[in-house]
Structures are given as structure tokens and as C-alpha cells.
């Protein structure tokens, strides 16, 4: 059977309604858009924040005309889809693009937003398709968009950290969805044997949502710790370190977070699993 | 150990970090902190399988068309696997009818779980369940171990014994020995022969009263006699024995044939042996007994398309092993062998009982290939007709066997 063919196969498997009678999957692709949603919003906000302390008559304007021209491009990328699943590797082509007309015409902010907006429908084009590629694709614009972001150090370390972690709900739901869309096809047909695969396939999806939700608390908390890395270390230091250029710079700061981390990731090496 | 999707993050995140150092992007360094953070941790999560597997098999030995039930125990011995995927090893041929030999599931400390399934045997062989195949992936898929536990269940399915109850295979060369073949002359036999007058010394259990009301003469009843014979089954187990699918295929069917015909003659009292060639030969020497029949289907179990050892070779180092007058069962499609007629001609000039069972490869290859009729087969079929004819003519009797005709109907044209 070619790939292709077996692809199909599986597909007829999984169903995208809501209420069907594997509710687990659905479940997770609400989750994953939800997170996806916030954090176009969250980035958003940031952006408007920053250029027209906060929605004002002209950030609303902007907020606007970038919706729209989210949603129009999103309909190019769906009819690109459309004709040949390759041409979503179109859809990073547009985004770099219009970074460059953004660096030329300042004035058109619309543009701007809507680079914040776009993968806000790659990433859903790729939830409830169940393709992990555009999945992957809206991460990555996410990820880019932080370079659009001005005036970075004033924005509250809370705004861009939601912005984060809501972007890794995204991915992890996002591609758990699809992951277990496949294991259900499996799943579904061993249930007609027997219905312990169901029993056991529930309880998997059940630790799925207490330990990512742990995960994901424990990622903010480690995050939080290491940005604040320097203010610790002060407490501990004295004489010349505490006033240190190290102590109180940019550059310091993101020394001593790497070596935290470095820290940690050697520790997990050291330790018996 | 890491997969695809751990290594993307880390890169990405040493990636993001260093580009937000290089243009100061307070929101960059964030980010990239935040997918660290979810790699070191996630990595902290990941535990090495310490797990015991205890296997249960239903039956180690059963018959093509059976079914075998699994049960395998599995206690966590280390610490909670929230991601575990189990798959036990089961040979392809075996078609699962109930559970499922993989499994997904979690597993807290101590906990114990029995994973259940049922298969059913379609082919014979020596087989061998497992070993279990644990891979835990905790959660994201991000990094994952993977461990085997060598528990391992051998299993052997042995070929169907078709039924032939109401067939009389006979042999040319009885021996003198009471058997279960009756022989047209009178003996100590149970079928009824004739009846003649009564003489001095006959068994007063022979006696025929009814006939002795009627006539006012002592009248007896004879029997038939009947005798046993020495067989000698030969399996073709050669590489062009396997032309075909899976499980239809000559020696699939050729298997079968020898099974079914060895539980008949044993059955009737007969000796039997087997030899099966291939690359190799394997002899089982003629003889009776119980415990004999279980002998001869583990050794058919074990055939394999494989080799190509000439048939005239296996029949010099074969005759040293049969009793003169034995009957010889040859089952073999007679492909791909040039010493056939030589070999053939060997046997029936040291006087053998020659029955020749050959399953038509032709058929064999139209059928799996799914393919019409055309010229090509239409002459090897003719060359096929022709070899079997002389093969006639050393005074065997031959069967030709197509796929689709039952063992029992091929059989029975060795009644005559």
C-alpha cells in the first residue's frame, strides 16, 4: 500500500466532530486552538502595547484592519492547501515577505499584526487537518514574531511569559491530538475485540492531562527562576560581584540563566532514572 | 535517548536564545528560556523500564486452524510510566482474533497489568512468542528507552489431519504380520470372506448357526485376512515447493497430505516413515507405535521452502532405510528437477509400491499470480502431463493434484 493510500486509510478512522465517541481527541484539538487563539492574542496585545499603549482609538483601527488581513491570507493559504498540501511551505515565504515590506513601511502596523495573526491559522489549518507540518510551521512563525516586538525590555515579563507558555500548550496539544487521532484508528479497531483497549486508552489520556498540566506549571516556575537568576544570586553574593556590570546587564542576565540551565541539564545526566 | 522532536526544541531554543542575546530581544531570550525549561524537565520525567513478564501459553502444541490463548503478566518493578507501549512478538502468520499483542498504557509503581489475547494458527511451523518489546514514552513524545525482556514461548502447529474414514488406500505388497489391510484371501481377519463346511479343529465361535438350521450342516464363517505394510511418506520441501502465496502454496498443501496420510496408515496398524528433503535430508526410519504420529508432524511442522537437492540423490541415500516391498509415497510437484524420471525409475526397479501425490505447481502459480491462461501455461501443463504419464508407465500411481481439490477427493484415486 502506498503511503498515500495508507494515510487516507487512517484518516477515515479519525473524526473531527465534536461529540463523537472518542471524545479525547476533539477534546485536545479545543484545547490546542484555544492556546493557539490566546497566544496570537497575547502577542498581539503585547505589540499594541507597545506601540499605542494599549487599544486606544488607533490600536482598535490596527487591530482591525490586521484581522482582516489575517483572515485573507489565511483563505490564500487554505487555497494553496487546497491545491497541493506542499504549498503550506508557501505560507513562511509570506510571512518573510511581509517582514520585509514591514521594515520599509513602518506605517502600515495592520501588516505587523497580521504577521502575529498568521499563525493563528496555519496553526488551526494544521489542528483539525491533523498535519503536524503546519503545526510545526505555526511555532515557528510564533517564534519569529518575537523579533517584530519593539521596545522588549519595558513589556511585563508576565505578558511574554503567557505568550510562551501558551504557545507550547499549543504545540504539545496540537501534536498529542494528532498523535493519538493515529493511535486511535488502532485503538478503535482492537475495542471491537475487546473493550480493555478503551479502558486503558482513557486512563493514558487522563495522566496525558494531569502531567501536562504539571509539566507546564513546572516550565513557568523553572522559566521564572532562571529570568530571576541574577536577583537570587545578589542576595548570596557580596563585595564586588553584587555590583558587578554581570549583576545588573542584559548580557548577565543571560549568562546566568544559560549556566542554570546547564547546571540543571547536567544533573539530569548524573542522576539514576 | 532523544527522538526528532526533542532535538527540533532544544535547537530551537539555543537557537532563539542566542539570536535574542545577538539583537537584544528581551521577548526572544523568554521564549527561548520557556522551551529549555520544558526540555530539562520533561527530560527529568523520563524513566528506564524495570519491569517483570511473566508469559502463559494455552497450548504448546495444536493443529493448523486452532486457536491459542496469551496471557501475559507484566508488573512495573521501577518507577510510574505514564507512556508505556507493549508489543509482544507474534509470528506474522498468526491472525489475531481477540486483544491485541500491543498494548498502550500507564503503569504506576508495583502496579500490575494482564494483557490478554487470542490468535489463531493458519500455517504450521516451529514458532517462537516474544520477546516483549516495552518502549516507554513519557509525556510529548519528546525522549523516550526502550527495553526486551527475553521471555520467550515456543510454539509448534502442527499440519491438518484431514479426515479419510471410508477410504481404502491399498498396498500392493502386504507383509505377512496381522494388520488392518484386508487382502482378498482368507485369514484371521473381522470382514466376512465365504462360508464352507465345518472340519475337525475349527474354532466353535466360527460356527454359522443360522446357516447349519438351513442346511442341517455344520457350516463356519471365513474371514478376510488382513495385513500392515511399510510406508515411507517423501516430502518435497524444496525452494520451488514455496511458488504461491502464503498458505497456499505446494508444500503447504503437500504438508497436509503427508500429515493426513501418516495418521491413516498409523491408524490402520501400519509402519511408517518420513523423509523430507530440501537442502538437507532428514530421515525418520520406518517403525509403529504410539507416540509416533506426534514424531512425524513435528518433523512435517518444520519443512521449509528451501534448497534444492536433486531427487535422485535423496532417493540412493533413501533406499538403505526402506524395506524391500514398501510402499513409497512420493509427494512433490516434480519441478526444477532433472534427476525426477532417473529417481522415479530407481524406485520402481527395486520393486516399491510407487504412489506419486503431485500438487500441480502450475495451478499453484496461475492462482497466487491471479493471472489468465495463456500459451506459456498452456505448455507447461502439456510438459507437466507428459512427465506424469511416464511416470505412469513405471507402474506408479499418480495423482494429479490441483488447489482447489479437497485431500480427501485427490485420495481417493489410489482406491483402485
Not at chain 2, 42 to 48: A, F, I, L
Not at chain 2, 89 to 118: C, D
Not at chain 2, 164 to 171: F, H
Amino acid at each position: 500500500m502506498r503511503i498515500k493510500e495508507w494515510y487516507l486509510e487512517e484518516r477515515k478512522h479519525v473524526s473531527t466532530r465534536i461529540g463523537d465517541d472518542f471524545r479525547g481527541v476533539t477534546a485536545l484539538q479545543i484545547i490546542s486552538t484555544v492556546a493557539l487563539a490566546a497566544a496570537v492574542f497575547v502577542g498581539s496585545t503585547i505589540n499594541i502595547t507597545a506601540y499605542y499603549d494599549g487599544f486606544g482609538p488607533d490600536g482598535v483601527t490596527f487591530f482591525l484592519i490586521a484581522s482582516a488581513m489575517a483572515v485573507f491570507m489565511g483563505f490564500i493559504a487554505f487555497l494553496l492547501v487546497r491545491l497541493h498540501r506542499g504549498l503550506i511551505a508557501l505560507v513562511p515565504v509570506m510571512v518573510i515577505v511581509m517582514l520585509y515590506m514591514a521594515e520599509d513601511q513602518k506605517a502600515l502596523f495592520g501588516i505587523y499584526l497580521a504577521v502575529t495573526v498568521l499563525p493563528g491559522v496555519t496553526g488551526a489549518y494544521g489542528i483539525w487537518r491533523r498535519a503536524v507540518i503546519p503545526v510545526y510551521i505555526a511555532f515557528a512563525q510564533l517564534m519569529a514574531s518575537v523579533f517584530i516586538y519593539s521596545n522588549p525590555i519595558d513589556t511585563p515579563i508576565i505578558e511574554v511569559m503567557a505568550f510562551s507558555v501558551l504557545s507550547l500548550i499549543y504545540l504539545e496539544t496540537g501534536h498529542i491530538a494528532i498523535t493519538f487521532s493515529r493511535v486511535k484508528a488502532r485503538v478503535l479497531e482492537n475495542q471491537k475485540k475487546s473493550a480493555v483497549f478503551t479502558r486503558l486508552y482513557k486512563r493514558v489520556i487522563r495522566r496525558y492531562a494531569v502531567s501536562a498540566s504539571e509539566v507546564l506549571v513546572l516550565t513557568g516556575f523553572l522559566t521564572v527562576l532562571l529570568l530571576r537568576m541574577n536577583d537570587i544570586l545578589r542576595n548570596f553574593a557580596s563585595g564586588v560581584v553584587v555590583h558587578s556590570f554581570e549583576m545588573h546587564s542584559f548580557t548577565g542576565a543571560f549568562i546566568s540563566a544559560t549556566i542554570g540551565l546547564m547546571a540543571l541539564a547536567l544533573i539530569r545526566t548524573a542522576l539514576p532514572r | 535517548m532523544w527522538t526528532f522532536k526533542s532535538a527540533l526544541l532544544a535547537d530551537a531554543g539555543v537557537i532563539l536564545l542566542l539570536l535574542g542575546l545577538v539583537y537584544h530581544n528581551y521577548q526572544a531570550i523568554v521564549f527561548a528560556l520557556t522551551i529549555l525549561s520544558f526540555v530539562i524537565i520533561v527530560g527529568y520525567r523520563t524513566v528506564n523500564i524495570k519491569m517483570d513478564a511473566v508469559r502463559t501459553v494455552s497450548v504448546e502444541k495444536s493443529f493448523e486452524g486452532s486457536t491459542v490463548e496469551v496471557k501475559l503478566r507484566l508488573k512495573n518493578l521501577g518507577r510510574k510510566i505514564e507512556f508505556l507501549e507493549v508489543l509482544d512478538g507474534v509470528p506474522s502468520t498468526m491472525e489475531m482474533i481477540a486483544g491485541s499483542n500491543y498494548l498502550l498504557m500507564t503503569l504506576n509503581k508495583g502496579e500490575q497489568f494482564v494483557m490478554t489475547y487470542k490468535f489463531k494458527c493458519h500455517l504450521r511451523g516451529h514458532y517462537t512468542i516474544g520477546p516483549v518489546k516495552l518502549r516507554s514514552r513519557p509525556l510529548f513524545g519528546m525522549f523516550y528507552s526502550e527495553t526486551a525482556i527475553d521471555i520467550l514461548s515456543p510454539i509448534t502447529v502442527l499440519p491438518r489431519i484431514d479426515d479419510l474414514s471410508g477410504i481404502t488406500i491399498k498396498s500392493k505388497y502386504p507383509k505377512i504380520f496381522p494388520g488392518a489391510l484386508a487382502t482378498r484371501q482368507v485369514g484371521s481377519g473381522t470382514e466376512f470372506y465365504s462360508i464352507r463346511e465345518y472340519v475337525r479343529g475349527d474354532e466353535l465361535r466360527k460356527i454359522n448357526w443360522k446357516a447349519y438350521a438351513r442346511t442341517g450342516k455344520k457350516m463356519v464363517n471365513e474371514y478376510d485376512r488382513e495385513n500392515v505394510s511399510d510406508i515411507m511418506i517423501l516430502l518435497d520441501s524444496r525452494e520451488s515447493e514455496g511458488v504461491g502465496t502464503v498458505l497456499e502454496n505446494p508444500l503447504t498443501h503437500g504438508a497436509r497430505a503427508a500429515a493426513t496420510l501418516a495418521n491413516y496408515y498409523l491408524n490402520r496398524r501400519d509402519s511408517v516413515g518420513m523423509a523430507i528433503y530440501s537442502d538437507t535430508l532428514r530421515i525418520v526410519p520406518i517403525d509403529a507405535g504410539g507416540g509416533r504420529l506426534y514424531r512425524l508432524l513435528d518433523e512435517i511442522a518444520a519443512a521449509e521452502p528451501t534448497g534444492n537437492a536433486p531427487l535422485n540423490g535423496v532417493v540412493d541415500l533413501l533406499i538403505p532405510y526402506i524395506s524391500p516391498n514398501a510402499t513409497v509415497i512420493v509427494i512433490s510437484t516434480l519441478n526444477n528437477d532433472l534427476t525426477v524420471r532417473e529417481a522415479l525409475r530407481k524406485m520402481a526397479s527395486h520393486h516399491f509400491d510407487l504412489i506419486l501425490l503431485s500438487p500441480s505447481q502450475v495451478e499453484f502459480e496461475l492462482l497466487s499470480m491471479g493471472i489468465e491462461e495463456d500459451e506459456l501455461y498452456r505448455t507447461l501443463r502439456l510438459e507437466r502431463s507428459v512427465l506424469l504419464s511416464e511416470v505412469r508407465s513405471y507402474g506408479a500411481r499418480v495423482v494429479d493434484w490441483t488447489p482447489d481439490t479437497p485431500i480427501r477427493r485427490a485420495l481417493t484415486g489410489l482406491m483402485s
